[in-house]
Structures are given as structure tokens and as C-alpha cells.
């Protein structure tokens, strides 16, 4: 009796080892072509913690900022950030070229986790208030090619600025981390 026990254990643990080995591989763990690690991450100095970050950008009346990333790379090599604008009931955005610009250099200057190598998404989510389009905004400041208009959105818009080595953002963005940015003033109104 103890030979076919010990046999199907064994079998089990092969599986196990095989499941184990294959989900280290599919994460690039130690596996050719693997994660790349090369990108710069947590300089010694200059610009701003993401938490200070975070704070800067959260003091513009009637929104609200979340900014995420800084994690390691993909797979692919791949890192960026996410940053989420909510406007509050009530208000507006009226200068919507400086505040793209504020968002993206204050995302390029932070010093803490990994440089963006790859893009910052910038969404904007207005609810109930008047239409803003983030990619129109941030092809008037000179981030992005002006692309089509999505049909039918009126409440939410997304804009994706390109941060790889050989796009026209990282050349005005310059070294990493850049510099921190003032915080803009009059980029919100209320309705």
C-alpha cells in the first residue's frame, strides 16, 4: 500500500513543480527575454516623492487626482503611470492645455519608483458637469497629435502622451526627474 501512495504523491508534485515552473516562465522570472530591470528608477535626487506629488496635484480646486505607477517593468520592459481626474459637482475646467501640462511634468518629476519609459495616461471623468476632452487639451499644449473625437463621449476622455526615447514629449520633458512644477492657478472655475 505505501508504493502506490508514495507514486501518486510523487505525481502530484511533479504537477505542482510543472505548474510552478510554468507560471515563472510566463512571469519572465529568470527566463530569457525576461523583464528588463535597466530602467532608472528611484534617483538619488531632484524632483518630487510621488506623495508629494500626489499632494501638489490634489490641491487644484474641484478635482480630484489620483496618480499611480512607478511600478516595475512589464514584461516587455514597459513602465508608466495612470493618472485619474474627477471633476467635483459644480465645477469646471477652464484651461485645460495648462492642466495637462501640470499633470504630465508632475508626473515626470517624481524620483521615487521607475521612470515612465513608455507613456502617462490622463483620464478625465466629468459626470454630470459640461464636456471636457483631455486629447484636444493636450494637443493644444503640444503633448499629442490631435486624433479623431470618440463619438458620443461627453462625460469621460483619455489621453495617452507618448515618454519613449524618441518621442517629442521626452525631448521637452528632458532628464528625468524633471523639475517640479508650480501648481497652476485658475485651471477650474465654478459653473
Excluded at 44 to 57: D, E, I, K, N, P
Excluded at 64 to 81: A, F, M
Excluded at 106 to 128: A, E, F, K, M
Excluded at 165 to 186: E, F, I, N, Q, T
Aim: with cysteine.
Amino acid at each position: 500500500m505505501g508504493t502506490p501512495t508514495t507514486t501518486r504523491l510523487g505525481s502530484r508534485t511533479r504537477r505542482l513543480v510543472a505548474a510552478v515552473a510554468v507560471l515563472v516562465a510566463l512571469a519572465g522570472c529568470g527566463a530569457p527575454g525576461g523583464p528588463r530591470y535597466d530602467v532608472p528608477h528611484d534617483a538619488a535626487s531632484g524632483g518630487q516623492t510621488l506623495r508629494q506629488a500626489q499632494a501638489a496635484v490634489s490641491s487644484i480646486p474641484g478635482l480630484t487626482i489620483d496618480v499611480s505607477g512607478g511600478e516595475p517593468p512589464n514584461i516587455k520592459g514597459n513602465t508608466g503611470y495612470d493618472v485619474r481626474v474627477t471633476v467635483a459637482p459644480g465645477y469646471r475646467i477652464v484651461d485645460g492645455p495648462a492642466l495637462v501640462t501640470f499633470l504630465v511634468e508632475s508626473v515626470w518629476s517624481v524620483r521615487t519608483g521607475y521612470l515612465p519609459n513608455t507613456q502617462i495616461t490622463i483620464s478625465v471623468d466629468t459626470g454630470d458637469g459640461p464636456e471636457f476632452e483631455v486629447d484636444a487639451a493636450a494637443a493644444e499644449a503640444g503633448w499629442v497629435d490631435r486624433g479623431e473625437p470618440v463619438p458620443g463621449q461627453t462625460t469621460f476622455s483619455l489621453v495617452n502622451v507618448r515618454t519613449d526615447d524618441d518621442s517629442p514629449p521626452r525631448d521637452r520633458l528632458g532628464d528625468w526627474p524633471g523639475d517640479v512644477p508650480d501648481v497652476p492657478r485658475d485651471v477650474t472655475a465654478r459653473r
